[in-house]
């Protein structure tokens, strides 16, 4: 199996939290979330979907940053393509498309 590396600036972070993993496997994306951390949070006052929509919109900058880095392409190009094609994606596929389940946090 192929893991990323942890970022350096996490190091010594006893806060530090994983938030999102994506994998391709057996000709299918499989993912692993956890869901709840702002909502449950006692002094979150977010709004757990826009604090999602804040990872999402950062995760995307971190893209266009290292493919910028990586293969020279202009970043608000990379950004413009990005949303083009999940502005797409969302409204042609079905919410109820997602297979599996929710099963928590690992410790839960």
């Known amino acids: 199996m192929r893991e990323l590396l942890r970022p350096p600036e996490i190091t ?7 938030m999102i993993r994506v994998w391709l496997a057996h000709g299918d994306q499989h ?5 709840g ?3 449950d949070a006692d002094d979150s006052e977010l709004d ?4 999602w929509g804040d ?3 950062d995760t995307i900058r971190h893209i266009a940053h290292g493919l910028s880095q990586s293969h020279g ?3 608000a190009e ?8 999940l502005t ?9 498309a997602v297979a599996g389940g929710y099963v928590g946090a690992a410790g839960d």
């Open 12 to 18: 010594g972070d006893d806060e530090a939290t994983e």
């Open 88 to 96: 797409e994606n969302l409204r042609t596929d079905a919410v109820g």
């Open 73 to 75: 392409w202009q970043p």
């Open 78 to 85: 990379t950004i413009r393509r990005i949303s083009l094609s």
């Open 55 to 57: 990872l999402l919109a």
């Open 31 to 35: 993912v692993s979330l956890l869901l």
């Open 37 to 39: 951390m702002w909502q």
């Open 48 to 51: 757990e979907r826009e604090a």
